[in-house]
């Protein structure tokens, strides 16, 4: 029943090295998001791809890369984490209805530790 | 500039009281407009959304909202609040747009009293 799923639900890391979150959907949404939150924070968006299309914010860091290789799964890597990494990413996903943006389902998160 | 305010950090009521939570937008057109709620260490649920429409809007879990055009509002109600609604809740908004990012308010946090 599940439609977005995150892998793992809890990750621990070094600092410095490389981590890769997952997320798969069944839901066939052309749209993948990945946020970021923080602490008693609000989700921030980091990127999304519409279909095949990689859309990076402004302010994310280059540290932050994506792949989605299918419509299913979408992957968060970060090259080289910092203790300041350290949160909850979330992965969503939508669709496109009429020129417009379906609504925004979330997975339950991947919350990362950096050691 | 796009924004969500929620001007509630933190509320506090009593089993089987009423609820509100307020939240109020900056944009240019009408947007889409959502409410989630996330329990701790989890991701975010969707309580309800307005497209267009009826101003009304019922959602799960016994939540409503009304969007009023005119004060730029999208307020949360529940009637009768259960211990189990204590959580985050975020009202956020996406333009009209295809493959839009969600502008989020900070969250109001609800924590239920017996």
């Known amino acids: 029943d599940a439609m977005v799923i995150q892998n793992p639900r809890y990750q621990v890391t070094q600092f410095g090295k490389p981590v890769t979150l997952s997320c798969s959907q069944t839901?066939?949404?052309?749209?993948m998001y990945w946020y970021q939150q923080k602490s008693s924070q609000a989700p921030k968006l980091l990127f999304h791809?519409?279909?095949?299309?990689?859309?990076n914010e402004a302010d994310t860091p280059d540290n932050f890369q994506s792949r989605r290789p299918n419509t299913s799964f979408c992957f968060l890597d970060i090259r080289s984490p910092g203790l300041g990494d350290a949160a909850m990413y979330l992965c969503?996903?939508?669709?496109?209805?009429?020129?417009?943006?379906?609504?925004?389902?979330f997975g339950p998160g991947t919350r990362l530790t950096v050691l | 500039a796009q924004s969500v305010t929620q001007p509630d950090i933190h509320i506090t009521v009593s089993e089987g009281a009423s609820l509100e939570l307020r939240c109020n937008y900056s944009y240019g057109a009408t947007p889409y407009l959502f409410w989630y709620v996330q329990s701790p260490g989890q991701g975010l649920q969707l309580l309800l959304k307005y497209f267009s429409g009826d101003t009304l809007v019922q959602g799960i879990k016994g939540f409503e909202a009304e969007f009023k055009r005119s004060q730029s509002s999208f307020n949360l109600r529940k009637p009768s609040v259960h211990w189990s609604d204590a959580a985050e809740y975020f009202c956020?908004?996406?333009?009209?747009?295809?493959?839009?990012?969600?502008?989020f308010g900070k969250g109001t946090t609800l924590s239920v009293s017996s």
């Open positions: 791809y519409y279909d095949k299309d990689f859309n």
């Open positions: 969503a996903t939508s669709r496109v209805v009429g020129g417009g943006t379906d609504t925004q389902y």
């Open positions: 956020a908004v996406a333009p009209r747009q295809a493959g839009t990012a969600l502008i």
């Open positions: 839901l066939n949404h052309n749209v």
